[in-house]
């Protein structure tokens, strides 16, 4: 069963199969960029710097330098436009210093942009993060060089002016700021800051105290990726936090022969899965590395970030050079989108030569994949009946890809030495059907969530799951299959079930809206019953009555006692400790009364 839903709307669910955290689309108006430093300037003639804006219409926009006043406005008529800017050296040359060469990207209507950083044999590109999905807080996935020669290295741009960033290295940075030490740095819109280390800069954490939205940028100026050997420059915007994965797929590109994959998680106890085993447990801040020449699926158990290095021609099948490539999770998928596959000439020789592309659909939706008006052929993605794959050349130019249903994508440039890669833009949601039903049972006196309440969960599955964990919003977890939780303050609380079926990790979640209401005061009552509880534990009903009807209720809202014809003395000794609500009717007058026994 296929489950697509629009990027642009947030749904919330109480009954379903599974729930995003979030529901996005990549599209956008405004765009943070900043390069780093790549090789010395001294080899490989100047650099050139550019980005590519793809629209579905005639769009016009301006580049800007916000500190400089610096404005290079362009326009196309739709479909890939590519932007090349002034000749000048746009990163930033040193190690912790503030500069003023972060770039702003308007468009008058939502577009996807990549940027591209052409250097001979030393190129890459990044698929760039609109402003609204920008955040405050991330942990760096960075890249480092196997011949230990070379930085690893992270840039970050504010957007607003007196942003205070706290910045924790996970090594020592060369301008020796220690490992695990805070630092703060407070930058204006549009500033830029560069950190370099011998050591590898994943796991830094990058936090904007205030809120403000930053975008931070990584990899290494130069990087031997799977050997010693030949180097090339990784550059690649970092999502934020909120932006990570439980399911990725992990795709070789075509021709390239064995790719390395680096997984960074981000929480405590987050197990990794590929192919179904349990290959690894990991911390926040933790990477496991992986070598893989043919299609699988990684699963995790708590959000995760995924990074996709092309190998260094040394150990690899071509000539092609080390590339750097931050994953969408599988689920964040595409209806269509054109690109561009530049063949443009350096002073050398030309960038890039080789083209191809990495579809992957869910089974059974992938016969509407076109490419260049050709329908794609997928193939199984081994160990993995939901998923099908398909690795595709391209030529120069443009090409465009339709899916109607959707479809995960990533491209990739290759050149003597030389790679660009990274992923392409999204706006659908597909996940497919785990048959996981989860339920949260509101107070039925209220018919809502009630803070201060206990809410039972359950879940329904026509497999037969293990090892069950519910994370009722990070407030608490349980083992149970029908666990019992309150949450003591209003609000919104997602909660997480993570479960293992046949050996494989499946998830759902649940979103529910916790209010501040009173049991007791849920409808006014105008009765002439009166009732009050005795210090010896009795219920006492008073006042005009006939047939009485008593009903009792938990604190969770279950109904524990419901009889008719009572006395008008009642004792409530068989009820555990607690907060009851008692309530009479006696014809049609009703009063009620919250006990605490």
């Not at 954490?205 to 050997?227: L, N, P, R, S, Y």
């Not at 997928?378 to 090409?399: E, K, L, R």
């Not at 049972?441 to 497999?463: K, L, M, R, V, W």
């Amino acid at each position: 069963m296929l489950k697509r839903t629009h990027l642009s709307a947030l749904t919330l669910l109480l009954f379903f199969t599974v729930q995003a955290t979030a529901q996005l689309n990549s599209e956008g108006t405004r765009f943070w960029m900043a390069y780093m430093e790549n090789i010395t300037l001294q080899f490989n003639g100047e650099p050139t710097f550019g980005f590519w804006v793809y629209s579905d219409g005639p769009v016009t926009g301006t580049m800007t330098v916000p500190q400089t006043g610096l404005t290079v406005p362009f326009e196309g008529s739709g479909g890939a436009l590519e932007v090349i800017l002034p000749e000048a050296i746009w990163y930033n040359e040193n190690s912790q210093v503030i500069t003023n060469k972060g770039i702003l990207i308007e468009t008058d209507i939502p577009v996807n942009v990549s940027g591209i950083h052409y250097r001979t044999y030393f190129s890459d590109g990044s698929r760039l993060i609109s402003e609204d999905l920008l955040g405050s807080d991330y942990l760096v996935l960075a890249g480092v060089d196997q011949n230990g020669g070379s930085f690893s290295a992270m840039t970050i741009v504010a957007t607003e002016d007196q942003t205070e960033i706290e910045i924790i290295p996970s090594t020592l940075t060369t301008e020796l700021f220690p490992g695990g030490t805070p630092f703060t740095i407070t930058m204006d819109e549009g500033q830029s800051y560069q950190i370099k280390a011998t050591g590898d800069l994943t796991g830094t954490t990058v936090t904007a105290i205030g809120g403000e939205k930053i975008a931070v940028f990584t990899g290494a100026q130069q990087a031997a990726v799977g050997c010693t050997g030949e180097d090339s420059h990784l550059w690649e915007q970092m999502p934020p936090l909120s932006f990570t994965g439980l399911e990725f797929p992990l795709i070789p590109y075509l021709s390239q022969g064995t790719c390395e994959y680096k997984v960074l998680a981000t929480e405590d106890d987050t197990d990794i899965y590929l192919s179904c085993d349990d290959i690894v447990t990991l911390n926040a801040g933790e990477t496991f590395n992986y070598s893989l020449n043919t299609p699988e699926i990684l699963k995790a158990t708590k959000g995760v970030f995924i990074g996709h290095f092309n190998r260094s021609s040394d150990c690899n099948a071509t000539d092609a050079g080390p590339s750097f490539a931050i994953l969408n999770p599988l689920k964040n998928q595409s209806t269509g989108q054109s690109l561009l596959n530049s063949d443009l000439v350096g002073p050398i020789t030309q960038f890039f030569s080789d083209y191809s592309i990495n579809f992957v659909a869910l089974a059974g939706t992938e016969s509407g994949v076109n490419l260049n008006g050709n329908m794609v052929s997928f193939s199984p993605i081994p160990g993995n009946s939901n998923w099908v794959y398909a690795s595709v050349a391209m030529p120069a130019g443009t090409s465009s890809f339709t899916a109607p249903d959707g479809v995960w994508v990533q491209t990739a440039s290759f050149g003597d030495f030389d790679a660009c890669t990274y992923a392409l833009g999204f706006n659908v949601e597909v996940i497919p059907d785990n048959d996981i039903a989860l339920t949260a049972e509101p107070n039925p006196t209220t018919n809502s969530f009630c803070a201060g309440n206990q809410i039972p969960f359950s879940y329904e599955s026509d497999g037969i799951l293990t090892n069950i964990l519910w994370d009722f919003a990070g407030l608490g977890t349980s083992m149970e299959e029908t666990p019992i939780f309150t949450f003591t303050e209003p609000g919104t609380y997602e909660v997480l079930f993570t479960a293992e079926l046949d050996g494989c990790p499946v998830s759902a979640s649940i979103v529910v809206e916790v209010e501040q209401c009173d049991i007791v005061s849920v409808q006014e009552l105008t009765s002439s019953i009166q009732l009050s509880y005795s210090a010896a534990g009795e219920i006492i009903i008073s006042g005009n009555t006939s047939t009485i009807h008593l009903q009792v209720y938990a604190a969770n809202g279950q109904l524990v006692i419901d009889q008719t014809n009572v006395d008008q003395r009642v004792r409530l000794d068989d009820l555990a400790s607690g907060m009851y609500v008692v309530q009479v009717s006696s014809g049609n007058q009703t009063e009620r009364l919250k006990v605490f026994r």
